[in-house]
């Protein structure tokens, strides 16, 4: 399905928002964003709505909610020597195949009830082996020079050129989502729980107009409760991140990971394909990992 058309139907669903018009704007501007000359290096950040839409296996929801979990401490002050300034160590035991229950839908019934999930069922379940992963990622998506604004109008290529400019490389689809959901595998970065203000998502309204998306970013620093187990920042919302796929996925190698401001998932496993490499939009921007240096 593709990711326009499921949003717009389930908006028109929503007797709370009359956003059908806007839905059917955002198919438009997003169609017809233009290519951006692409500078290096620099800040990150962009958005835009993908052509297609993959989520994880569908939840069936259950009869009751789950607890609270409390928030993981940023990275500790040993990275620091492993990683470069700016990025935070990502360091522990990944699950590849992941079980996540959503308990409460958000929106309403209807054809796209099973949109954005409210809370899920804590604990996670683990359906296979763990895989020990260690590297380092950026805290914040790449900023634009001499602002706190992510970058934005990126493409899957002139990302991936910036971060080896500067010595790294684009994240691999997996160490996105570890490093989104900790070893605790939360759905969202900050818990099991959505929490509409904590990041730049779920904006309804001022998205603009046909062929010209509003720009809603946020600066880098402005949602500090957006964090990840590991410390990391805006993995969900604000500007979509490229990444590289671990094996071809759907017959890609661009995967886009954390959508942007509009209301969507906003799920560490949710990801978009449907792009080409140089497709780049007013919501698509950058995130680079690298390898990180040895344990002491």
């Not at 818990?191 to 203000?197: A, L, N, S, V």
């Not at 990391?232 to 401001?261: C, F, H, I, R």
Request: proline share 9%; charged share 25%; hydrophobic share 35%.
């Amino acid at each position: 399905m593709h990711y326009a058309s499921a949003r717009m139907a389930a908006v028109r669903s929503n007797p709370a928002v009359a956003l059908a018009p806007l839905a059917c704007l955002l198919i438009a501007a997003c169609g017809q964003a233009k290519a951006q000359p692409n500078a290096l290096p620099g800040a990150v950040g962009s958005a835009t709505l993908n052509l297609a839409v993959q989520t994880a296996t569908p939840r069936a929801p259950l009869p009751s909610g789950g607890p609270e979990i409390a928030r993981v401490p940023a990275a500790p002050a040993a990275a620091e020597t492993a990683c470069p300034d700016g990025m935070v160590l990502v360091d522990g035991e990944y699950c590849p195949d992941v079980e996540q229950t959503c308990l409460r839908w958000m929106d309403p019934p209807g054809p796209y009830r099973n949109f954005r999930c409210a809370e899920y069922k804590h604990p996670a379940k683990c359906k296979t082996a763990r895989v020990h992963r260690r590297f380092c990622i950026d805290r914040t998506e790449r900023t634009e020079p001499g602002s706190d604004l992510p970058r934005h109008f990126m493409s899957w290529t002139s990302s991936k050129a910036l971060c080896e400019a500067e010595g790294g490389r684009l994240c691999k689809e997996s160490e996105w989502i570890f490093a989104c959901e900790g070893e605790e595998m939360r759905p969202y970065p900050y818990g099991f729980k959505r929490d509409e203000g904590a990041c730049n998502t779920d904006i309804q309204e001022g998205l603009g107009r046909i062929g010209r998306l509003v720009d809603h970013r946020a600066p880098a620093s402005a949602h500090p409760r957006c964090a990840s187990p590991f410390g990391v920042l805006d993995l969900s919302g604000n500007v979509e991140e490229w990444t590289q796929a671990d094996s071809p996925k759907y017959g890609y190698k661009e995967v886009m990971k954390g959508s942007w401001w509009i209301p969507s998932r906003h799920a560490c496993r949710q990801f978009q394909v449907g792009h080409d490499d140089h497709y780049n939009g007013a919501e698509t921007g950058t995130r680079c990992c690298k390898d990180a240096g040895p344990a002491r």
